[in-house]
Nanobody, 118 residues
Framework: VQLVESGGGLVQPGGSLRLSCAGS????????LAWYRQAPGNQRELVAE???????????TYAESVKGRFTISREESNDIVSLQMNDLKPEDTAVYYC?????????WGQGTQVTVAS
């Protein structure tokens, strides 16, 4: 599985960005998908995760720091997982990584930089 992120950039505080991650191999439906981020000097942290469930069986979890501002979604037909980020804050500045995982198997994208600054 190859994961390619896009959509990062520079945005002012209070602005919005949408990150997308495209996967290869038509296997997205088998994997739980997530977005992580890593700021300079910090460990990589989980931002949001969405499981393989459909309809009422689908669950989404978010870091406390992004609840109410970020939304994760997945498009099975296009093998895309997105992260809509609203009301961005300077502390959201980081490299954001797409992740696909099931069991002990993990795949990572190359990361995309998000910078929130005025």
């Amino acid at each position: 599985v190859q994961l390619v992120e896009s959509g990062g950039g520079l945005v002012q505080p209070g602005g919005s960005l949408r990150l997308s991650c495209a996967g290869s191999g038509r296997v997205f439906s088998f994997y739980n998908l997530a977005w992580y981020r890593q700021a300079p000097g910090n460990q990589r942290e989980l931002v949001a995760e969405i499981n393989t469930g459909v309809g009422s069986r689908q669950t989404k979890t978010y870091a406390e720091s992004v609840k109410g501002r970020f939304t994760i979604s997945r498009e099975e037909s296009n093998d895309i997982v997105s992260l809509q980020m609203n009301d961005l804050k300077p502390e959201d500045t980081a490299v954001y990584y797409c992740n696909a995982h099931v069991g002990e198997i993990n795949y990572w994208g190359q990361g995309t930089q998000v910078t929130v600054a005025s």
